[in-house]
């Protein structure tokens, strides 16, 4: 019995010694946020101040063959918000699966202008017209380098609506690269499923941004496609932002999306922004307004927030 005692504790010792070889580590963060928004006067929103909290899981660990595997778990409010699994393979790219964050393919390029808070179009009832953006469930991404040249894509496998029918799968790829100093360009395309095989959207997104000192200035044109008579729309967006000091940056931007319906009017989205960062707290301000939304001529929204973080 004592020899059998002997070789269990041996074995229980070596195994959690090939397992804190190979043990990784893992990292908790926070964020808490106190935000005041004020919706348009013809929206009832109730108390407009509010606070959400954050925490943030984040893993990572080396593998034999010189690989890193990492991992990361976001909460909003004590609920699921978003997860991903990247594998780095070093100079030939990334992989990853994601559920809930667009960290690949056109759905990480659906706005890339330049702000000091969000998109022109955020938290507007307008703001799905003429993005392009495709399911974040159970995304498999790939992100890669090469010299000048950026390459993003995401793959979406068909749910399938049921056992006689399929939506198809969705899919994208963008290239980015860096033709000069200061300057960044991106063209992106997506095929995203629709109920049917023979309903999905087709999405192309191209922009372009430059970056002199303290300025920046960008341009993005986004198409969408669908299979509807008069369902195309098409946005044209342009922006710029300041940076003040290393603390300070703010940002105007504007957009206009233009519908194939010709019963529809052009929308026009502008949005100004403001960030001011000491340390781990973020003070930022945005106002976003909306005319003839959704191609409605005299509808309006606008949304104006301020906001305090802290990270931890």
Not at 54 to 72: E, R
Not at 204 to 224: M, S
Not at 278 to 304: I, K, P, Q, W
């Given at each position: 019995?004592t020899?059998?005692?002997?070789?269990?504790?041996?074995a229980?010792?070596?195994?959690?010694?090939a397992t804190?070889?190979?043990?990784?580590?893992?990292?908790v963060?926070?964020?808490?946020?106190?935000t005041y928004?004020?919706?348009?006067?013809?929206?009832?929103?109730?108390?407009?101040?509010?606070?959400?909290?954050?925490?943030?899981f984040?893993?990572?660990?080396?593998?034999?063959?010189?690989?890193?595997?990492?991992?990361?778990?976001?909460?909003?409010?004590?609920?699921?918000?978003?997860?991903?699994?990247?594998?780095?393979m070093?100079?030939?790219?990334?992989?990853s699966?994601?559920?809930?964050a667009?960290?690949?393919?056109?759905?990480?390029?659906?706005?890339?202008m330049?702000?000091?808070?969000?998109?022109?179009?955020?938290?507007?009832?307008?703001?799905?017209?003429?993005?392009a953006?495709?399911?974040?469930?159970?995304?498999?991404?790939y992100?890669g380098?090469?010299?000048?040249?950026?390459?993003?894509?995401?793959?979406?496998?068909?749910?399938?609506?049921?056992?006689t029918?399929?939506?198809?799968?969705?899919?994208?790829?963008?290239?980015?690269?860096?033709?000069a100093?200061?300057v960044?360009?991106?063209?992106?395309?997506g095929?995203?499923?629709?109920?049917?095989?023979?309903?999905?959207?087709?999405?192309?997104?191209?922009?372009?941004?430059y970056?002199?000192?303290?300025?920046?200035?960008?341009?993005?044109?986004?198409?969408?496609d669908?299979?509807?008579?008069?369902?195309?729309?098409?946005?044209?967006?342009?922006?710029?932002?300041?940076?003040?000091?290393?603390?300070?940056?703010?940002?105007?931007?504007?957009s206009t999306?233009g519908?194939e319906?010709?019963?529809k009017?052009?929308?026009e989205?502008?949005?100004?922004?403001?960030?001011y960062?000491?340390?781990?707290?973020?003070?930022?301000a945005?106002?976003?307004?909306?005319?003839?939304?959704?191609g409605?001529?005299?509808?309006?929204?606008s949304?104006?927030?301020?906001?305090?973080?802290?990270?931890?």
């Amino acid at each position: 019995m004592t020899n059998i005692k002997k070789l269990g504790l041996t074995a229980l010792a070596g195994s959690l010694v090939a397992t804190s070889a190979y043990a990784g580590e893992l990292a908790v963060s926070g964020t808490a946020k106190l935000t005041y928004a004020s919706q348009h006067d013809t929206e009832t929103t109730g108390n407009p101040y509010s606070m959400s909290k954050g925490i943030g899981f984040s893993g990572s660990g080396d593998l034999d063959n010189g690989m890193a595997i990492a991992y990361q778990y976001t909460m909003t409010d004590a609920a699921f918000s978003s997860s991903r699994l990247k594998l780095d393979m070093g100079d030939t790219g990334t992989l990853s699966f994601s559920n809930g964050a667009g960290t690949t393919g056109i759905s990480a390029y659906d706005d890339k202008m330049p702000t000091a808070g969000e998109e022109v179009w955020d938290d507007l009832d307008g703001q799905a017209s003429g993005v392009a953006t495709i399911s974040n469930k159970g995304t498999i991404g790939y992100a890669g380098s090469f010299g000048p040249v950026g390459v993003s894509a995401s793959y979406n496998k068909d749910d399938k609506a049921s056992p006689t029918t399929t939506a198809g799968s969705s899919h994208s790829l963008v290239v980015s690269m860096s033709p000069a100093d200061g300057v960044s360009a991106f063209i992106g395309t997506g095929d995203k499923s629709g109920s049917t095989a023979n309903n999905g959207t087709d999405m192309y997104t191209a922009g372009v941004t430059y970056t002199a000192g303290a300025f920046t200035l960008g341009f993005q044109t986004t198409d969408i496609d669908v299979s509807a008579v008069n369902g195309d729309t098409d946005r044209n967006h342009l922006a710029a932002s300041f940076a003040v000091n290393e603390n300070m940056s703010i940002s105007y931007g504007m957009s206009t999306v233009g519908f194939e319906d010709p019963a529809k009017v052009d929308q026009e989205d502008a949005g100004v922004a403001v960030s001011y960062t000491m340390g781990s707290m973020t003070l930022g301000a945005f106002r976003n307004t909306s005319d003839d939304v959704g191609g409605t001529a005299s509808a309006e929204d606008s949304v104006t927030e301020v906001s305090l973080a802290f990270a931890f």
